[in-house]
């Protein structure tokens, strides 16, 4: 008697795991969770990010910093600290007299990044140059008037509100307004987004800045979603200092 064994591949399925969540101003449940070695954060059930897929936040940084890294003591706002890949990226481009604010409205973002995601990208709120400020960016950006060589902003799905309706009124003329009043003259602000969006880069335009669109790929080289990165420089020279 002949015995036929007839093979197939069985693929296994790593369950997601709940480590911690909290709540949005704006009422959406925001989530920390694990899948083997991958962490996300989720608004709800939407990925808002990964931490396999940051290429085009390591870009927003190498692109909004290109000028900053020149200076010998310049000052750059970061609107969402997210995992850190961003922050992580200005770090490695900047000088040793950098100054780097980071606004973050959720505390527990920030206990999160201190905790199980710090490793990820090398524990960047460790570095002495990094003062965190657990508020809205955009009272960060009301207060600080002409502060400021780079502000970078990675704000939910930017400039599409996600977690709280009330972030929209960053990508409002009402929000470039404060952040062309935030930068110094040529100074630059950069805004990672989802997708495209003519309307915000019209705003961006009406209010006083040079304007940019750059696309980068989620795992930069090696491929994922394209996602768009607005380069927006304040009209105006300034000196190196």
């Known amino acids: 008697m002949t015995s036929v064994f007839l093979s ?13 969540q909290t709540v949005a101003p704006g009422g959406a449940v925001v989530k920390l969770v694990r899948r083997g070695d991958e962490y996300a954060i989720l608004a709800g059930e939407e990925m808002l990010m990964s931490s396999r897929m940051h290429g ?11 000028r900053a890294r020149t200076l010998r003591r ?8 997210g995992m850190g890949f961003t922050l992580r990226a200005a770090l490695d481009l900047l000088p040793p007299a950098a ?3 980071v606004a973050e409205v959720l505390p527990a973002v920030v206990e999160w990044n201190r905790g199980p995601l710090g490793p990820l990208a090398g524990h960047p709120l460790r570095d002495k140059r990094v003062r ?20 970078l902003l990675d704000v939910d ?16 003329a009402g929000g470039i307004a404060a952040a062309h009043a935030a930068l110094k003259p040529g100074g630059v602000l ?4 989802a997708c495209d969006d003519r309307q915000f ?4 335009r009406k209010g006083g800045f040079a304007v940019q669109v750059q696309r980068a790929r989620g795992r930069l080289q090696k491929g994922g979603p394209h996602h768009i990165i607005f380069l927006a420089q304040k009209f105006g020279q300034s000196g190196r200092e």
């Open 74 to 81: 310049p000052c750059v706002l970061i609107g969402g600290l």
């Open 201 to 204: 880069e019209r705003r961006l």
């Open 99 to 101: 100054s780097v604010v």
């Open 132 to 151: 965190v400020e657990q508020r809205d960016v955009g009272l960060s950006l009301r207060s600080a008037p002409g502060r400021f060589d780079a502000v």
């Open 56 to 66: 085009s936040e390591e870009a927003l940084a190498t692109l909004a910093c290109d």
């Open 190 to 193: 950069a805004v990672w987004s």
């Open 157 to 172: 799905n930017s400039p599409a509100a996600l977690t709280s309706l009330g972030n929209a009124s960053l990508y409002d």
């Open 8 to 20: 197939c591949q069985i693929t296994f399925v790593k369950p997601t795991q709940s480590l911690a």
